[in-house]
């Protein structure tokens, strides 16, 4: 049956930047669909984790700063996951942070800083659960792209290069690792009412201009983006690879 190539029971899972908003409900969609989900963040970390425990799934918190973590901090993380599950399947590199500012007045522990969390840290993570995944003979990564790795933005030169640094290395690590059994994909988010949105929305004027070029009309909301994040995880989407997957109310459309 169909339905059964979207179940994820017995997976192993870790979710970071899963505290709160869209990993959040990433972690639980996941669990939901029968996997066990480990999630890491800076903070909340176990509250997300109790959530999931009353799922009746598995659960790991891990609260790390991946602003501070280097590449041997963070195959350590894929270990602890490893240990406390059992293995690792599935891979959401979710966590991420913007800096707004204007070009010429961006400064450098700012483009560092994103350019760490958002770009740096998806690597090294997705490189130490992929050789395990390869390893093991397969497993899924799911990044988390944006609609600027489409577009440029205005006054978010780091967050840019960042989410389009993402979908460079989706797309080169599909390329590598999709013959032998790891398939890696993004999700682009639109515009979803989240913390990171928060200053756009609370901007009439801007937040009137984004909407009135989204055809669904409304904001996104985190739950929105529960089904992709399944699907792309699991046996349903063995031939989906090296997609950016846009998920934007029709954003891009227009």
């Known amino acids: ?35 066990d989900v480990a999630v890491l963040d800076r903070a909340g970390a176990a509250d997300a984790a109790a959530e999931i425990a009353a799922l009746g799934r598995a659960t790991h918190p891990i609260e790390v700063d991946l602003l501070k973590s280097g590449p041997g901090e963070l195959d350590n993380v894929i270990q602890q996951v490893v240990d406390a599950l059992g293995g690792i399947d599935i891979l959401v590199n979710n966590a991420g942070i913007i800096r707004r500012a204007p070009a010429e007045q961006h400064s450098a522990t700012d483009w560092d800083e994103v350019i760490q969390i958002n770009l740096t840290a ?58 032998r059994g790891v398939t890696v994909n993004a999700i682009a988010p639109g515009y979803i009412a989240t913390d990171n949105t928060a200053q756009l929305r609370a901007d009439e004027t801007r937040s009137a201009e984004i909407l009135g070029r989204i055809p669904a009309g ?37």
Not at 147 to 161: E, W
Not at 229 to 238: E, I, Q
Not at 243 to 254: C, F, K, N, T
């Open 122 to 179: 998806v690597f090294f993570l997705s490189q130490a659960a992929g050789r395990r995944m390869l390893a093991a003979g397969g497993g899924s990564i799911i990044n988390v792209a944006s609609m600027l790795s489409f577009q440029g933005g205005i006054n978010v030169p780091s967050y840019t290069a960042s989410k389009h640094g993402v979908a460079g290395v989706t797309r080169a690590l599909a390329n590598e690792w999709a013959g």
């Open 218 to 254: 409304r904001w996104g909301a985190p739950d929105d983006l529960r089904g992709i994040v399944v699907f792309l995880a699991s046996d349903a989407a063995r031939y989906v690879n090296g997609a950016i997957i846009p998920v934007d109310g029709g954003w891009l459309a227009r």
């Open 1 to 35: 049956m169909i339905l059964d190539a979207f179940s994820l029971a017995g997976k192993k899972a870790l979710v970071t930047g899963a505290g709160r908003g869209i990993g959040k409900s990433y972690a639980l969609a996941l669990a939901e669909a029968g996997a």
